[in-house]
């Protein structure tokens, strides 16, 4: 300790959002240098090493290969495949000296790609699983909580390359069994769930979750099993329904209706229906987005849905695209579209309707699209596009009809899963590795294909997956943190044992050395803290750091005895000096 290169600080950093975050700060493991963007110390790169040190053994446990890309990419290939666009505002993009265009990597699903296609050519060499852990770049919008959402971080990503589909299954589930190794050891308690694909496109794909409060993920799970990012979760369409019996859609007064919960009760009170009270989820609610793409064009959405609901900023990007920007509408845009009256927007002037002879929508119409509720025969209370007016009774199918359904209001407690497995729980958690089925989308793109045993060329089968190496330190800090600082488990530990000198005597100061060595020797890391501060400073600086074991050497001496402490319980055990070598061996034997 009196050499290395650490500082504990009393303070907590003024940025810092949660624990974890703060103690990484705080115990010298990590220094910003940039928003987002972070320094390793020595005990930081310790406990990244040995992040990387079991994702290395799991990798290399079912055959991926290690291979190293630079992180700074030539532009075209992610031309190739409309990357270079598509990721929007969170690519780096740098120029060199001669104005040519180049990236900070994302994610490298196109190197890879052209490198297997540069060097191989035969269904004989698949098979194929290559991986790296290397440092990615995303400018991201909302840089968070240290190394756990960064603009520079260090992520596991590796690749698979089979000639079919069943090929493709078999490297996914290895993948998967992989992961689910990786988290087991790092001690996360993690749930596996269905995903979005987001900007990779391709099909099957899944997340694993660390289980955590502080989480940007919300997920649900049913009784039965279904778990799912809420981002992915698919409500079925709703029953179309007979709407015979239903009156003709009639405009009315409903001054004063500018919440749903007044327009309700309105509703009831003036135009009262038949067979029951009208209720929020009888309204039809129409909110307008202006979508921002990454290559410039801006769209008006219009999304229809139940007055109860919500619209689910999160869920709507993950359709949409994580790099658009979707914003509600504004003043100016509502100006703009004189159709629409704020608050009183209704189907009747929403929608391309039929499509002119080019293709193209009429200009000025907006694309409206509603929730899997909104089918055939509902009917509904809606604006009228007048103010002060609604119109009731307009039946879906029948007084206005939708351009498609798109699945993006907020998922409820207690919303029926969509597989029938009962009603869904919500939790959170963080996204900590990401399995992609990607299929042949990369490979079509790039032209890497393979002759088959009949000597036909034939396009390859591909799957992405990734670790948040880095992120996975800020999550076990933050998962097994307490009040008074970190608490490494044994497999992360940057040192297993930490031995504290307590005094000024010499002989304690050799005892403790003595210790420290013995344990070393038999390839235990230890770090002494060998320095001349006070007892109450060097126990509080172990609290912080958290090596799993202290060994304190001091008064005891005169017993001969030395006290070990474990750090996640605080358990302390007196142990005779004699053998407090095969007692430490004992602990850490497992
Ligand atoms: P998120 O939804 O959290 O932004 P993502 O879906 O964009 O993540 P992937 O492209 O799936 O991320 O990347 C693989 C893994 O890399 C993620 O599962 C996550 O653990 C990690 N990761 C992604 N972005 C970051 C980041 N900004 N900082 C740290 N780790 C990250
Ligand atoms: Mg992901």
Not at 93 to 107: A, M
Not at 173 to 197: C, N, P
Not at 504 to 513: I, L, P
Not at 548 to 575: H, M, N, W, Y
Request: a negative charge; one cysteine or more; hydrophobic letters at 40%.
């Amino acid at each position: 300790m009196s050499e290395l290169f650490v500082r504990t600080l009393r303070e907590d950093p003024a940025d810092a959002e949660l624990p974890s975050h703060r103690w990484l700060v705080r115990a010298g493991y990590i220094r910003r240098a940039a928003p987002g963007i972070y320094t390793w110390l020595p005990l930081g790169l310790r406990v990244l090493r040995n992040v990387e040190r079991i994702v290395r053994e799991e990798m290399e446990a079912i055959g991926a290969q290690e291979v190293s890309f630079p992180a700074l990419l030539p532009r075209e290939p992610y031309e190739l495949t409309g990357r270079w666009t598509e990721y929007g505002d969170a690519l780096f993009r740098v120029k060199d000296r001669k104005g040519g265009d180049y990236l900070l990597g994302p994610t490298h699903e196109e190197l890879f790609t052209l490198l297997v296609k540069d060097l191989y050519g035969s269904y004989k060499d698949l098979p194929l699983a290559l991986y790296q852990i290397q440092n990615k770049y995303r400018d991201e919008a909302r840089p968070r909580a240290g190394l756990l959402r960064g603009r520079e971080f260090v992520m596991k990503d590796s690749y698979s390359f089979d000639i079919d589909d069943a090929g493709l299954q078999k490297s996914y589930d290895a993948h998967r069994d992989a992961y689910i190794k990786i988290f087991t050891r790092l001690g996360l308690e993690y749930v596996i769930v269905q995903a979005t694909s987001g900007a990779m496109g391709g099909s099957a794909s899944e997340e694993f979750l660390a289980v955590a409060e502080n989480g940007e993920d919300t997920y649900v799970r049913s009784p039965g099993g279904y778990t799912a990012n809420v981002e992915a979760v698919a409500r079925p369409r709703a029953a179309e329904q007979p709407y015979d019996d239903v009156p003709a859609a009639h405009v009315e007064d409903t001054p004063d209706s500018a919440t749903i919960e007044t327009l309700v009760s309105q509703a009831n009170e003036l135009q009262p229906r038949e067979d029951r009270p009208w209720q929020a989820s009888d309204t039809l609610k129409n909110v307008l987005f202006m979508i921002n793409h990454p290559d410039g064009r801006r769209e008006a959405l219009a999304i229809g849905l139940p007055g109860d609901r919500e619209v689910d900023l999160k869920r709507l990007e993950a359709q949409v695209g994580e790099s658009a920007e979707i914003v509600p509408f504004s003043d100016e845009d509502f100006a703009a579209h004189p159709k629409l009256v704020k608050g009183y927007v209704g189907p009747q002037v929403l929608g391309f309707g039929e499509l002119a002879d080019d293709d193209q929508p009429a200009p000025g119409s907006i694309r409206y699209l509603v929730d899997p509720e909104v089918v055939t025969g509902t009917r509904w209370v809606t604006g009228a596009n007048e103010p002060g007016k609604h119109v009731f009774d307009l039946v879906c199918g029948r007084d206005f009809t939708a351009d498609g359904t798109i699945d993006v209001v907020e998922i409820r407690a207690g919303d029926p899963a969509p597989d029938g497995s009962g009603p869904l729980a919500l939790a959170r958690g963080m996204e900590m590795g990401h399995i992609f089925q990607l299929g042949r989308k990369y490979a079509e793109a790039l032209g890497l294909k393979v002759l088959d045993e009949n000597g036909k060329l034939v396009t390859v089968t591909m799957g992405s997956y990734g670790v948040g190496v880095s992120r996975a330190v800020a999550a076990v800090a933050e998962t097994t943190c307490d009040d008074k600082g970190l608490v490494w488990p044994r497999e992360l530990a940057p040192f297993a044992v930490q031995v504290v000198a307590t005094g000024k005597s010499e002989e304690v100061a050799a005892k403790a050395a003595e210790i420290a060595e013995a344990l070393s020797v038999t390839g235990v890391e230890v770090l002494l803290d060998d320095r001349k501060a006070s007892p109450g400073v060097k126990f509080a600086d172990a609290e912080i750091l958290g090596m799993p074991t202290i060994v304190v050497v001091g008064k005891g001496l005169a017993d001969g005895v030395v006290e070990v402490r474990d750090r996640a319980t605080g358990q302390r055990d007196d142990v005779a000096v004699a053998e407090v070598t095969d007692h430490l061996l004992g602990l850490l034997g497992d």
